[in-house]
């Protein structure tokens, strides 16, 4: 088959350090999620190039975007089955990419088979957790590994910007601004006019109401469904439960079922519209039930869904320092401390944790810096690492607390 690969891409190097180390595993499925357009596939056209360069036969590569013409008709398991059939009369190990494989009812059949032939080194991406869910989960288990792509990372959006020629602001507020209004979604970069880009992003919310939602939720209501997803994505940051939101429905006049609420939300979670953020008792190492925060997987779906062109920047830096910690990996938990909170509490794949509270600034007052400190300098039972990230380039140090101006923090591309 003829190896199409895009050319000129950005290379986001924070995934694909990630992925490396898979590259020859044939034991291990690689499964890429994330929302749709955050950039799976130009991940996977970097992953293929990366193979030709060091070697690989273009022969070797197999490359199969479902949502594309000629296999955008496939969606049965021995069609799928078929065409990877047709192509694998080739020696050596076999590099087999399917993009947006859920279009396959029972795909996990096919692929469960090709990776038990033992030479195929298999990679996948999907746009929601239903990809994760049912016979892949079950079957697979420990044989696949889950790289969640999230869209451009602020540190991110000023590459990318960097690397496609756009101008850039020697003003990182000003970039800052640009980033919370255009969002993340990559090829919003490329679009000049902000009319353009929100448009840009509704078919992307259209898109994924039709594909990933409605596919898999019964949605008896679309304006209830509407309103739920406006109510959540509008409430970004804060900390909420299902019953508010229904008490907040009833007040108005609308009467909607807790447990409709909850499906409807679980359907924007699944489509990585919206990410949930639990509290966690940082004493007792617990989780807590009931309410949690959700955070925006793009700030774009926020402007994309209102008017309102104002900034709060309070659960905006949120958001920010939220996505960027996944980004490298992080588990983000919020912080319950006693009767006090911390926002997030940080946690790497080595099990160490970190504590992180942000504010936009701690210079207004006396008043406002004690707020901020109070409750990490309540944290006395570990010697974890403490930071506050501000806006402040006016930086102190206060009780071994780190002090750090959030857009250096990510721009230096720092760790916790």
Same mark, same amino acid.
């Not at 507020?173 to 509704?202: A, H």
């Given at each position: ?224 469904? @509407?309103?739920? #997803?406006? $109510? ?6 804060? %900390? &909420? ?5 229904? !008490? =907040? ?98 946690? @790497?794949?080595? #099990?160490? $944790? ?6 936009? %600034? &701690? ?5 406002? !810096? =004690? ?46």
């Amino acid at each position: 088959m003829k190896l199409d690969i895009k050319k000129d891409l950005y290379k986001r190097e924070k995934y694909l350090n990630k992925i490396r180390g898979f590259y020859h595993e044939c034991e291990i499925i690689k499964v890429l999620t994330g929302v749709r357009r955050c950039g799976k596939s130009s991940i996977m056209n970097l992953i293929m190039q990366e193979l030709l360069d060091n070697g690989i036969s273009e022969d070797n590569i197999l490359y199969f975007n479902l949502d594309k013409k000629p296999y955008n008709k496939v969606s049965k398991p021995e069609d799928l089955d078929e065409i990877i059939s047709k192509n694998s009369n080739i020696d050596g190990t076999k590099y087999l990419f399917i993009d947006e494989i859920q279009n396959v009812d029972d795909f996990e059949i096919v692929i469960n088979s090709w990776r038990e032939e033992g030479n195929f080194s298999i990679f996948i991406t999907g746009s929601n957790s239903y990809l994760l869910s049912g016979e892949l989960a079950t079957k697979l288990t420990g044989r696949y590994v889950e790289f969640n792509i999230l869209p451009l990372s602020f540190d991110e959006y000023l590459k990318m910007k960097e690397y496609l020629g756009k101008l850039i602001s020697s003003d990182n507020l000003v970039e800052l601004r640009n980033y919370i209004y255009e969002g993340g979604f990559p090829y919003t970069l490329k679009l000049d006019s902000m009319n353009d880009k929100r448009r840009y992003v509704q078919s992307i919310i259209d898109e994924i109401f039709k594909k990933d939602i409605k596919k898999r939720v019964k949605v008896k209501n679309k304006y209830s469904f @509407d309103l739920i #997803m406006k $109510y959540i994505i509008n409430n970004f940051g804060s %900390t &909420i439960s299902i019953k508010n939101i229904a !008490e =907040d429905f009833a007040k108005n006049g609308t009467k909607i079922k807790e447990e409709t609420i909850s499906k409807y939300i679980n359907a924007l979670v699944s489509a990585k519209i919206i990410m949930p953020c639990d509290r966690f008792d940082v004493k007792s190492r617990q989780v807590l039930k009931g309410e949690k925060k959700y955070y925006l997987s793009d700030f774009s779906f926020y402007y994309s869904l209102n008017t309102d062109n104002r900034i709060n920047y309070g659960p905006a830096l949120e958001n920010i320092v939220y996505n960027y910690a996944l980004s490298k990996d992080y588990s983000v938990s919020v912080g319950k401390v006693g009767k006090l909170e911390c926002d997030f509490i940080m946690r @790497d794949n080595n #099990m160490n $944790y970190s504590y992180v509270q942000i504010a936009y %600034t &701690i210079l207004e007052s006396k008043e406002t !810096e =004690d707020r901020e400190y109070r409750s990490l300098e309540s944290i006395t039972w570990d010697n974890y690492p403490k930071y506050l990230l501000t806006m402040d380039t006016l930086l102190q140090q206060r009780n071994g607390i780190i002090h750090q101006n959030l857009i250096e923090f990510i721009k230096n591309d720092m760790n916790f």
